[in-house]
Every structure is written in C-alpha cells, then in structure tokens.
C-alpha cells in the first residue's frame, strides 16, 4: 500500500495568513494526487485533483503543487471559511488511501 | 455534481451484518465508478472499496476483503455494502463518494453523501 504522511498534524493561523500543508507519499505516486477539506459533521470536499488541478467552484486562493513523493497544498490568504482539516489523497494504485489530516486552526 | 443519500446504518452486535445502501440522483449513474470510504470518530479516512461504473469490476481494501461486498444497482441509481463479520473497530461514519470522471476505476471523489454511522457494540 502506498503511506500518506501529511505535516504538520495541526497548524495555528491567522487570516490572512499563507499556509502550506505537505503529503509524502510512499511510494511515490507520480501526479496522482487529490485535497480534501472536511469541516465538522461535514462530508469531505474535493479541492484538488491530479495533484495541481483546481476543481470547479473552489477559490483560487487554493493551489496544489508536487510530483512523486512530495506535494503541497498552498491557501494563498486564510479565509475565515478555510478553518477545517484537509487530507491528501493517492490515486495511482490501490488501495486508494489518505494522508492522516491536518487541522487549521484560528491562533 | 450529483447528490448522494446514504442509508441502512445503525447498532450491530459484533459479529452481525448490515447492508448499506446510497441512492444517486441528478447524474448518470452508470458513468462513474462509486466508492465507500469510512470515518472512524475523531479519525481520518479509509478508503473501504470502489466499483465500476458497470459494475464488473471491483476494488476492496485488505481491511475488509472477505467481509464486504460492494455492489450496484445502475437501474435503480444505488449503490450498496454489505458488511458481514463486523467487528468493534468497524464502528464509522459511512460515505459514499461519487468518482470526479471516470467510469472504470475510482480516482477523485468529487460528490459524497451525508454518511451513515454504523455502530458495532453489544
């Protein structure tokens, strides 16, 4: 199975703030890569597919960016909306699997 | 994008079963591969298993091989897991989640139900 290891587990931030959230992937996973975010009580939300490509409807404040075995989610200006956890997600075998979360949190 | 509606969970003795169910509507069905992912309380996600779009073709996790069976229903637009053998650490919250494109395999999941939590205590 491919491991997702995402850092930091949790991160503190103001809005305004720019945030950037790692995956490791391992094995590498070429560019086959997607971001979630999951507020509470909420289902999961696709920000990010093949690993830098924006899904419809999500501001652009978000950006994906990586290959192989390292890749990064980027929210450019924090929102008051972005306080959530995000996941990374492989795509290139199965099991498909997910990284461990991050959560955002308002400092 | 599609809506998903989950349903079919609730309280089971270890070692019970359930069969869960999730009704899609405003897409075609048939055109995309589905999956299940999990959600243990407080945790992340697990990917549990994924069908075609035709369903010939299926996919599990090892955490579940031999206990779940994912299945579909194209003319009635649902999808289903049926879950035998259920142990303590299957206690979740459910989802469903629609493939973003393809219909063969489950890559991206751009629509997800509501989820279903499935308790296994006794």
């Known amino acids: 199975d491919i491991q997702m290891t995402q850092s930091p587990s949790s991160v503190s931030a103001s809005v305004g703030d720019r945030v950037t959230i790692t995956c490791r992937a391992s094995p590498g996973t070429s560019t086959w890569l997607a971001w979630y975010q999951q507020k509470p009580g909420k289902a999961p939300k696709l920000l990010i597919y093949?690993?830098?490509s924006l899904e419809s409807g999500v501001p652009s404040r978000f950006s994906g960016s990586g290959s192989g075995t390292e890749f990064t989610l980027t929210i450019s200006s924090l929102q008051p909306e972005d306080f959530a956890t995000y996941f990374c997600q492989q795509a290139n075998s199965f099991p498909r699997t997910f990284g461990g979360g991050t959560k955002v949190e308002i400092k | 994008e599609g809506q998903l509606l989950e349903s079919g969970g609730g309280l089971v003795q270890p070692g019970g079963s359930l069969r869960l169910s999730c009704a899609a509507s405003g897409f075609t069905f048939s055109r995309y591969a589905m999956s299940w992912v999990r959600q243990a309380p407080g945790k992340g996600l697990e990917w549990l298993s994924g069908?075609?779009?035709?369903?010939?073709?299926?996919y599990l996790a090892d955490s579940v091989r031999g206990r779940f069976t994912i299945s579909r229903d194209n003319s009635k637009d649902t999808l289903y897991l049926q879950m035998n053998g259920l142990r303590g650490e299957d206690t979740a919250i459910y989802y469903c989640?629609?493939?973003?494109?393809?219909?063969?395999?489950?890559?991206?999941?751009?629509?997800w139900g509501q989820g279903t939590l499935v308790t296994v205590s006794s």
């Open positions: 989640a629609k493939d973003r494109l393809s219909r063969n395999y489950p890559y991206y999941f751009d629509s």
């Open positions: 069908i075609s779009g035709y369903g010939d073709s299926t």
């Open positions: 093949a690993a830098s």
